[in-house]
């Protein structure tokens, strides 16, 4: 863990000559709940931003709200991240276990007068808030404590708040929105160190981002309104604020605010349906982000080597679940066959489907690939690979019902019982077969493909029965042909 009250020491880089600081980006989550897509998006944008500077990404977590922590969320946010891959350089840190470097420094800010004790009542706040609402006035601390409060003293519960610039503007650049403008006047004296000892959010996070040496804070535009209090801060201080990136919001495919109903769950239900770390990782990058040409579908390495500030886009991301599916098949579709096997094996085992052979597996992957949306749509699509014992569907019984099923079914297995067993080769005895037999098409192919693996659509078929093998063709075909006669 870094010094207390040091600053990060910057880490000097040399690029043509010049001395350049490494740039340091954090993920500063609050453990409140369940990380949601936001979270991710932000977590995403950050670690992608140190990685393609070749800077640091660092975990924080900003636990000063005991009242709103939630049991196993620390860890939640931890496995998350990892899931997805973003590694951490530094952390994480707790504010929690910081308390002291905040005090310190909120009472330099008061010796300096630039902040001040507040012993006002939680009552006597609320009361005023009743009469300011009452008079139609803007809400906030009418500033009675700030030029003193006779009679009380810092041994006695109370607040530390900011005194603001009461007239001017506070001015910053932020990178996606440009530069903003906020009147003081508006801006509250807010609270920075609360009467149990743990600061605010405002404060810590300022301290925080200034004392780990944070060059850019990347965070979703809830927290814009909250910059220039931050913004005051840092000048109180005399710190040279970080730069400022505030991606715009997500929102559904409906323009509203993402909510569940646009299937937004916690991010942990995301990694349990089957998406691939890669793929998700992709989609989160795409939501706010653009490589400025026509790519979507990018490696991790791609994205690390395109991500820039200058790509961030200044209007509402669109979170699109079935572009997320669309991006998960691209992922799949990517991956070797010997590494797509190997993620899939588990699948299957759990399914009872174990004891395969790792090249048997990969040929049914080759073959299957460009079909999953999902890994575990192999346990469905792919099972008459696994067993003898699939389904029939029913949709498809009309193959086995024609009276000539049975015949044309024998007459494939005999053709193929002494087949040279390549795609290729199976289909050209098939077709001969089929001639003779007075089939082509569809009336030629489904009832054979029904035959061998119970489904009226899959993958190629001649591609199928090579990787089935010519014993079980032949059996299947057999077998249908039988269950064709009794119909
Ligand atoms: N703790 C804040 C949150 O939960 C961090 C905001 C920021 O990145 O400054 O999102």
């Known amino acids: 863990m870094r010094g207390r009250a040091q600053r990060a020491p910057s880490r000097a880089g040399q690029t043509g000559g010049a001395a350049v600081s490494t740039l340091r980006t954090r993920f500063a989550p609050s453990p409140t709940g369940s990380m949601h897509i936001g979270n991710a998006r932000t977590a995403a944008f950050a670690w992608l931003l140190a990685r393609h500077h070749g800077g640091q990404f660092i975990l924080r977590i900003e636990d000063t709200d005991r009242t709103r922590y939630v049991e196993g969320s ?7 991240l990892k899931w997805l891959g973003l590694d951490w350089d530094e952390g994480p840190f707790f504010q929690s276990q910081r308390l002291e470097i905040y ?15 507040c012993w006002c009542s939680p009552e006597r706040l609320a009361q005023m808030r009743e009469e300011q609402k009452a008079a139609g006035l803007p809400t906030g601390y009418d500033r009675r404590c700030r030029e003193g409060a006779p009679g009380h003293t810092p041994g006695e519960p109370h607040v530390i708040r900011f005194a603001m610039p009461l007239d001017g503007v506070t001015e910053f650049h932020d990178h996606v929105r440009g530069t903003l403008s906020f009147e003081n006047a508006l801006i509250d004296d807010f609270v920075m160190l609360k009467a149990d000892g743990f600061p605010t959010y405002q404060f810590a996070n300022v301290v925080d981002d200034h004392l780990m040496g944070i060059t850019h804070v990347v965070r979703s535009d809830e927290w814009l309104s909250s910059t220039p209090k931050h913004v005051q801060l840092y000048a109180a201080f005399g710190w040279e604020p970080p730069q400022f990136v505030h991606p715009a919001l997500i929102l559904g495919p409906d323009r509203s605010k993402l909510s569940k109903r646009h299937g937004a769950v916690s991010f ?14 992709n989609f989160l990058a795409l939501l706010g982000w653009s490589p400025g040409d026509n790519r979507e579908v990018m490696t991790r390495q791609e994205l690390i080597e395109a991500f820039d500030i200058p790509g961030i886009v200044n209007h509402p991301a669109i979170f699109d679940r079935q572009k997320l599916d669309w991006l998960n098949r691209q992922h799949i579709r990517m991956l070797p066959d010997g590494e797509l096997a190997r993620r899939v094996k588990p699948l299957l ?3 009872g489907f174990g004891g395969l052979q790792d090249g048997y597996l990969e040929s ?17 699509l792919a099972c ?3 067993t003898d014992e699939f389904e029939y ?6 193959w086995l019902q024609d009276p000539g099923a049975a015949q044309f079914l024998e007459g494939i297995a005999d053709a193929l019982k002494d ?4 795609d290729a080769a199976i289909e050209a005895r098939v077709r001969e077969a089929g001639e003779k037999l007075g089939r082509e098409g569809g009336a030629l192919i489904h009832p054979i493909r029904y035959a061998c693996t119970g489904k009226t659509v899959g993958p190629s078929l001649f591609a199928a029965l090579e990787t089935l093998g010519r014993d079980r063709v032949v059996r299947r075909l057999r077998r249908a042909a039988d269950l064709a006669r009794v119909q």
């Open 74 to 80: 620390v860890e939640e946010i931890q496995d998350g």
């Open 103 to 117: 005090r310190e420094l909120a009472e330099q800010l008061v010796r300096e007068g630039k902040a001040y004790r």
């Open 268 to 281: 942990r239900e995301f990694t349990q349906m089957g998406y691939l770390p890669d793929a998700l990782l």
């Open 349 to 351: 085992e759990e399914k």
């Open 364 to 380: 049914v992957v080759r073959v299957m690939k460009d079909r999953l949306t999902f890994l575990h749509d192999i346990v469905e």
């Open 384 to 386: 008459y690979f696994f």
């Open 393 to 398: 569907e029913e949709k498809g019984g009309k």
């Open 419 to 422: 087949c040279e067993w390549s």
